[in-house]
């Protein structure tokens, strides 16, 4: 009798998984093919079957994360006023971090992952048009730094361990209501 063999749509799902606990222990840099191969009890060209290198994998482990925010960004672009349009993409951005919360741990501020998105022209592109629709087309230094100290706060929330015990609905809650105090802040420095 033949062997019941998974479909190749399960066994990717499952190297991403091991990836991401892997990534999440080691950093993407210091996590080999052999390790995922070794997590999953196969070989490296089983490995090597579902994905061509690291690299693809790591952006494969990303990608959900972006497709979210090329949809956020859509969505915010269709608002009609320029507030509407920040709020949006702030409470999108909020949303993205707590539904993402083990991935924006994992990736977050990692090098290679930005290095990755660094060299992909979507990714790159999905996050100029968010950056227009939370700062306008020509933005200061005060504003960026508003931002920065915003975009920070949100993924730093969702990713600090000490905050671990905090549901993912009182960390969105939070955080979207911290957001909404700096965000007038940083839209009137831009006026």
């Given amino acids: 009798m033949a062997k019941a063999v998974a479909p190749r749509g399960f066994a990717r799902e499952r190297v991403l998984e091991a990836a991401l606990s892997l990534f999440a222990e080691h950093g993407v840099n210091g996590t080999s093919l052999q390790m995922i191969a070794d997590r999953l009890g196969v070989s490296k060209a089983a490995v090597y079957y579902q994905f061509h290198s690291k690299d693809e994998i790591a952006l494969a ?42 991935m924006t741990a994992v990736v977050h501020g990692d090098p290679v992952i930005d290095g990755l998105v660094q060299g992909r022209a979507e990714l790159q592109d999905t996050i100029e048009r968010l950056t227009v629709i939370l700062l306008g087309p020509h933005p200061d230094a005060t504003g960026r730094i508003c931002m920065s100290v915003l975009a920070s706060g949100i993924y730093g929330s969702a990713t600090d361990p000490e905050l671990n015990d905090i549901s993912d609905e009182e960390l969105h809650r939070v955080l979207l209501d911290c957001a909404q105090r700096l965000l007038p802040a940083a839209s009137t420095l831009q006026a």
């Fill in 61 to 102: 482990v990303i990608q959900p994360v972006f497709d979210d925010m090329m949809r956020l960004v859509r969505i915010a672009e269709s608002m009609s006023s320029p507030d509407a349009r920040r709020e949006a993409a702030v409470s999108g951005m909020v949303d993205l971090a707590v539904r993402h919360r083990r």
